[in-house]
T-cell receptor
Framework: AQSVTQLGSHVSVSEGALVLLRCNYS??????LFWYVQYPNQGLQLLLK??????LVKGINGFEAEFKKSETSFHLTKPSAHMSDAAEYFC???????????FGKGNQVVVIP | NAGVMQNPRHLVRRRGQEARLRCSPM?????VYWYRQLPEEGLKFMVY????????ESGMPKERFSAEFPKEGPSILRIQQVVRGDSAAYFC????????????FGPGTRLTVT
């Protein structure tokens, strides 16, 4: 079965600084990987996804993530944090043919002015 | 194109009552998923449905919980005889079908059991 590990439930970052959220997965077959963002009392919004092809994927709001098979990782980055990036971020994995998503426990990002 | 719709957004039930949560997928989407978000636990998969079929219910509690996605109308997640531990946010997601692995989420229903 697939699973996702996100370390550090709360992440503080200064406005303008690099945002780095780590995601490691386990999967017995080539995974499909996703990052979602959740604002308070709202549903999840897809930030970006990796299925096949280019391992560096770009998403909305200036975020990007790189799939590294050798490290079983899919870390999320943004060069310069903005106040509007304060939210909870979830990494998720699914296996081809099985559309069930397995989520990490999430990172609550706080942006410090 | 309207997104995934869920209602009600907030639902309060007393212990022992029934809760019915509704989900209307995005237009053109025939696959529906339900997830539950418990405090400090993240999102957990519950059930995956297509029209008139349950494809995967491996995440559903064995008792009191059921789900359906009829030919016409929204998908329904039903919880009978609710207990305090059922208090959570329940999210519905939809996707167009096989070959597309993107799931689009609704705003959720926040169930509180008193």
């Amino acid at each position: 079965a697939q699973s996702v590990t996100q370390l550090g439930s709360h992440v503080s970052v200064s406005e303008g600084a690099l945002v780095l959220l780590r995601c490691n997965y386990s999967s017995s077959v080539p995974p499909y990987l996703f990052w979602y963002v959740q604002y308070p009392n709202q549903g999840l919004q897809l930030l970006l996804k990796y299925t096949t092809g280019a391992t560096l994927v770009k998403g909305i709001n200036g975020f990007e993530a790189e799939f590294k098979k050798s490290e079983t990782s899919f870390h999320l980055t943004k060069p310069s944090a903005h106040m509007s990036d304060a939210a909870e971020y979830f990494c998720a994995v699914t296996q081809g043919g099985n559309n069930r998503l397995a989520f990490g426990k999430g990172n609550q990002v706080v942006v410090i002015p | 194109n309207a997104g995934v719709m869920q209602n009600p957004r907030h639902l309060v039930r007393r212990r022992g009552q029934e809760a019915r949560l509704r989900c209307s997928p995005m237009k053109g989407h025939s696959h529906v998923y339900w997830y539950r978000q418990l405090p400090e636990e993240g999102l957990k998969f519950m059930v995956y449905l297509q029209k008139e079929n349950i494809i995967d219910e491996s995440g559903m509690p064995k008792e009191r919980f059921s789900a359906e996605f009829p030919k016409e109308g929204p998908s329904i997640l039903r919880i009978q005889q609710v207990v305090r531990g059922d208090s959570a946010a329940y999210f519905c997601a939809s996707s167009p079908g096989l070959g597309s692995y993107e799931q689009y989420f609704g705003p959720g229903t926040r169930l509180t059991v008193t």
